[in-house]
């Protein structure tokens, strides 16, 4: 089993800032990817943000100067800090991680439960 909790959600000011969290636990032998999705209400989910084991890391246009993606490997834990929010960021914000859970077995996507994420204008 593998457990992807985020935390850091909120309400905040347009122009404001916030930083998410998410880290992975359980029967862990290596992570790839991880990244951010995020899914308003009446859209599709998109990517917001990926990141590499390696540290390359991938952005949506419409954050890109604005948002960025870090990730820790020693704790298994991926972050998204996210600067100059504006009221079209706000949505359910999703973390997923590619986990191999033995080195012998394919690596699966995980999801978190999602953390609201509330800009107003």
């Known amino acids: 089993q593998v457990q992807l909790v985020e935390s850091g959600g909120g309400l905040v000011q347009a122009g404001g800032s916030l930083r998410l969290s998410c880290a992975a636990s359980?029967?862990?032998?290596?992570?790839?990817?991880m990244g951010w999705y995020r899914q308003a209400p009446g859209k599709q989910r998109e990517l917001v943000a990926v990141?590499?084991?390696?540290?390359?890391?991938n952005y949506a246009d419409s954050v890109k100067g604005r948002f960025t993606i870090s990730r820790d490997n020693a704790k298994n834990t991926v972050y998204l800090q996210m600067n100059s929010l504006k009221p079209e960021d706000s949505a359910v914000y999703y973390c997923?991680?590619?986990?191999?859970?033995?080195?012998?077995?394919?690596?699966?996507?995980?999801w978190g439960q999602g953390t609201q994420v509330t800009v107003s204008s």
């Open positions: 997923n991680a590619e986990v191999r859970t033995e080195w012998w077995k394919t690596a699966y996507d995980y």
């Open positions: 359980g029967i862990i032998f290596s992570i790839g990817a």
């Open positions: 990141i590499t084991n390696g540290g390359s890391t």
